[in-house]
């Protein structure tokens, strides 16, 4: 079946560090890829999506790039704000349906 | 566009009782709704999937007479607790698919039972 693997948090960073959250996926066929963000007490907000292999999603500084020959779709951005913690999650969608598989999550502080 | 919401937000209610969460799509039609729970630190857990006009298929090891699921029309699906508990204390988060088949996400119940 699908499956999602977070990098394990939390993470803690200082103000415009440099951020990677790294995801790697098992999937049949080609799936789609996306990041949501959750700020405390919300739901999820799609932050960024990639739907074939080598598409690169941004949005709001961040950016990753769907890599099919190492099955990743690592998070990155240049320098985060306190404004960025918040928990993060990857996830795959098959090409047919709705059905999304998340990933653990992984919860990012971000410090002044 | 997409957005959609659910109501209430927060919810207390008594041990014995039932409680009822709506779940609308505001600006588009959603054939499909999905209702997940998530504990605190955890990821989200995908309870069951609802098609407008049918039974919701229900995720292994989710009691479906214990948390019913009607999606009555294209904007709306409600999930009813019934009999609630303190186990059943938890983030109840819904989503809605349109015909792209990308999901929109609601932002989330609060349910704490007494």
């Known amino acids: 079946g699908n499956s999602v693997t977070q990098m394990e948090g939390p993470v803690t960073l200082s103000e415009e560090a440099f951020l990677t959250i790294n995801c790697t996926y098992t999937?049949?066929?080609?799936?789609?890829l996306f990041w949501y963000v959750q700020y405390p007490g919300e739901g999820l907000q799609l932050l960024l999506k990639?739907?074939?292999?080598?598409d690169k999603g941004s949005n709001k500084g961040f950016e990753a790039t769907y890599r099919k020959e190492t099955t990743s779709f690592h998070l990155e951005k240049g320098s985060v704000q306190v404004s960025d913690s918040a928990v993060y999650f990857c996830?795959?969608?098959?090409?047919?349906?709705?059905?999304?598989?998340f990933g653990e999550g992984t919860q990012l502080t971000v410090n002044p | 566009g997409a957005v959609v919401s659910q109501h209430p937000s927060r919810v207390i209610c008594k041990s014995g009782t039932s409680v009822k969460i709506e779940c609308r799509s505001l600006d588009f039609q959603a054939t499909t709704m999905f209702w997940y729970r998530q504990f605190p630190k955890q990821s989200l857990m995908l309870m069951a999937t609802?098609?407008?006009?049918?039974?919701?298929?229900?995720e292994q090891g989710v009691e479906k007479d214990k948390f019913l699921i009607n999606h009555a029309s294209l904007t709306l699906s409600t999930l009813t607790v019934t009999s609630a508990h303190p186990e059943d204390s938890s983030f109840y988060i819904c989503?809605?698919?349109?015909?792209?088949?990308?999901?929109?996400f609601g932002p989330g119940t609060r349910l704490t039972v007494t």
């Open positions: 996830a795959l969608k098959e090409t047919s349906g709705s059905r999304l598989t």
């Open positions: 999937a049949t066929g080609y799936p789609s």
């Open positions: 989503s809605a698919s349109r015909i792209d088949y990308e999901q929109y």
């Open positions: 609802s098609n407008e006009g049918s039974k919701a298929t229900y």
């Open positions: 990639a739907t074939k292999a080598d």
